[in-house]
């Protein structure tokens, strides 16, 4: 990893991953953690959380590795042609939106919170979900899920009741080339993506510290 740090006295950081292809804004620089989940078509993928506090608010950044389903599709020891078959890999990816969606929904119910609202999004126009929950203790979560390149990113903000809304959070992502540009689409009434603009990321904003890992 190498990290481009200029300072970090100030407030926030603008966290870019080159790996996992996205930049976003967080208060601090974030700590990794790694997990296995379970698809929708049941096959183990990797996941890497970043996440923070600041103050008594936490946000968190999963990304979900589906760059190698086909091969963990065809690897599994419990093969069918239900499971396995040849195309399967790639509905199992593309289910990958409503099976967060699903997760979240059974987490909430489990933990007595509450959705109150569910919706289509896009970021850069790649589309995506979005949910905002109270939960049990009168704080409100904010999530956005949004599927590209074969990499799931869940974003979740959450902050006590009575603060500020911290849905800003969501909507602070970039999505990322494999040489660290900008990428934004235009899709049709179908969904489908008919042009790409790349550009280089934006100057930081004042206040803000922008961190590069490779």
């Given at each position: 990893?190498?990290?481009?740090?200029?300072?970090?006295?100030?407030?926030?950081?603008?966290?870019?991953?080159?790996?996992?292809?996205?930049?976003?804004?967080?208060?601090?620089?974030?700590?990794?953690?790694?997990?296995?989940?379970?698809?929708?078509?049941?096959?183990?993928?990797?996941?890497?959380?970043?996440s923070?506090?600041?103050?008594?608010?936490?946000y968190?950044?999963?990304?979900?590795?589906?760059?190698?389903?086909?091969?963990?599709?065809?690897?599994?020891?419990?093969?069918?042609?239900?499971?396995?078959?040849?195309?399967?890999?790639?509905?199992?990816?593309?289910?990958?939106v409503?099976?967060?969606?699903?997760?979240?929904?059974?987490?909430?119910?489990?933990?007595?919170?509450?959705?109150?609202?569910?919706?289509?999004?896009?970021?850069?126009?790649?589309?995506?979900?979005?949910?905002?929950?109270?939960?049990?203790?009168?704080?409100?979560?904010?999530?956005?899920?949004?599927?590209?390149?074969?990499?799931?990113?869940?974003?979740?903000?959450?902050?006590?009741?009575?603060?500020?809304?911290?849905?800003?959070?969501?909507?602070?992502?970039?999505?990322?080339?494999?040489?660290?540009m900008?990428?934004?689409?235009?899709?049709?009434?179908?969904?489908?993506?008919t042009?790409?603009?790349?550009?280089?990321?934006?100057?930081?904003?004042?206040?803000?510290?922008?961190?590069?890992?490779?």
């Amino acid at each position: 990893m190498t990290f481009s740090i200029p300072c970090l006295a100030q407030d926030w950081v603008e966290y870019v991953h080159r790996k996992d292809l996205f930049a976003i804004t967080f208060p601090s620089v974030p700590q990794i953690d790694e997990e296995i989940r379970i698809s929708a078509h049941g096959v183990s993928v990797p996941a890497r959380i970043y996440s923070t506090q600041k103050n008594s608010n936490s946000y968190s950044l999963t990304v979900i590795d589906y760059t190698d389903a086909q091969k963990r599709h065809q690897e599994r020891d419990d093969q069918t042609d239900a499971s396995s078959g040849p195309r399967v890999w790639i509905m199992d990816v593309r289910a990958s939106v409503m099976h967060a969606a699903q997760n979240i929904r059974k987490r909430t119910n489990q933990e007595g919170g509450v959705i109150l609202y569910e919706g289509w999004a896009d970021m850069d126009k790649i589309e995506g979900h979005q949910l905002q929950i109270i939960n049990s203790d009168q704080s409100r979560t904010y999530i956005g899920i949004h599927l590209n390149n074969s990499r799931l990113y869940i974003l979740e903000a959450t902050a006590p009741q009575n603060y500020p809304p911290v849905s800003w959070f969501q909507q602070s992502i970039q999505f990322l080339n494999d040489e660290g540009m900008r990428i934004r689409y235009t899709i049709d009434p179908d969904g489908q993506r008919t042009d790409i603009r790349i550009v280089p990321l934006a100057d930081v904003h004042e206040g803000t510290v922008r961190v590069v890992v490779e």
